[in-house]
């Protein structure tokens, strides 16, 4: 290993000279993990700690109240609490896995497949991403609506299938597989699918991860689909559910608990989701292509 003046360069064990690296990565990672730890902090404070002036960032007198108050209400509500999340967790999973399935898919045909119209594609994909949902709110519906997909599950899913940023992201580690690797699998008989399946997927799967923690959120979040698409109530998600509560319960005091511990249900699935594929999220940003 490299050495400089008879040190070590990147120690394999810890060395007093890494202290100060140390001290910088702390530092940060607890600036990072402070609006994890308030939102958890504010889920149990009671009413009095919640209209504080000036607020806290810490409980000084848990309870969980505001856990009670949530899921009273909902109990009392027409719909089963179930049934918002079960379409939540529908409407996530296939959301997540079509869009991984399109967003590599259409990488990969962009990147390695050649025919007329490919760049201006790849053109429009990066003006899109320029425009934020709002402004395609009324093509979105008037798409949907067209369909005849209002009222559905799938009102929930077809709007936020396309993920201009993924597929970019996506596309930058499909341009990296080196062709003669292409070549060689159809020299070997493969087909573009089999290619695509068995060579370019193993070899993008940190890309595929991030991709799958950015729709994860997209969907998991997403309150615009049963605002906009949906009038039954029974189709509609818990995240649109869980935002409503504080106009519908009629007390907006009592519905600031009860957000603060909505907040928190809605947010520990995608911590949990980020925690499971962190690694391969860490080596796309790390390597920003394949090693």
């Given at each position: ?7 070590r ?7 007093h ?10 530092l940060v ?29 810490y409980?000084?007198n ?10 009273n ?12 999340l079960?379409n ?9 896995i ?25 053109q ?25 997909l209002?009222n559905?599950?799938l ?26 690797l ?39 979040n ?5 605002s ?17 509560l ?21 947010f ?19 390597h920003?292509?394949?090693?």
């Amino acid at each position: 290993m490299s050495s400089y003046r008879g040190q070590r360069i990147n120690p394999t064990r810890f060395h007093h000279s890494q202290i100060k690296f140390y001290i910088i990565l702390i530092l940060v990672a607890l600036l990072m993990l402070f609006p994890i730890l308030f939102i958890f902090s504010h889920a149990f404070k009671p009413l009095n700690e919640l209209f504080d002036y000036p607020p806290k960032f810490y409980v000084v007198n848990p309870t969980f109240d505001n856990f009670r108050n949530l899921f009273n209400t909902t109990s009392q509500s027409l719909v089963p609490f179930s049934r918002y999340l079960l379409n939540s967790i529908i409407v996530t999973t296939f959301g997540v896995i079509l869009t991984i399935i399109i967003t590599t898919m259409t990488a990969y045909a962009l990147s390695k497949m050649k025919f007329k119209g490919r760049d201006a594609i790849f053109q429009i994909n990066q003006t899109a991403l320029m425009f934020v949902s709002t402004a395609v709110t009324i093509p979105r519906y008037l798409i949907i609506s067209s369909l005849g997909l209002t009222n559905t599950i799938l009102a929930h899913i077809v709007p936020l299938l396309a993920l201009p940023v993924g597929l970019f992201l996506v596309k930058q580690f499909v341009d990296q597989v080196p062709n003669e690797l292409i070549e060689s699998a159809h020299l070997d008989g493969a087909n573009e699918f089999q290619t695509y399946w068995h060579v370019v997927i193993p070899i993008i799967k940190p890309a595929i991860a991030t991709v799958a923690i950015l729709s994860f959120q997209t969907f998991w979040n997403n309150v615009e689909t049963s605002s906009i698409f949906v009038n039954d109530e029974s189709k509609r998600t818990l995240a649109f559910y869980l935002n409503t509560l504080t106009s519908t319960s009629g007390n907006t005091v009592a519905g600031q608990g009860m957000a603060a511990a909505a907040s928190l249900i809605m947010f520990v699935p995608n911590l949990i989701f980020f925690i499971i594929v962190q690694n391969s999220v860490m080596d796309t940003m790390a390597h920003s292509g394949i090693k």
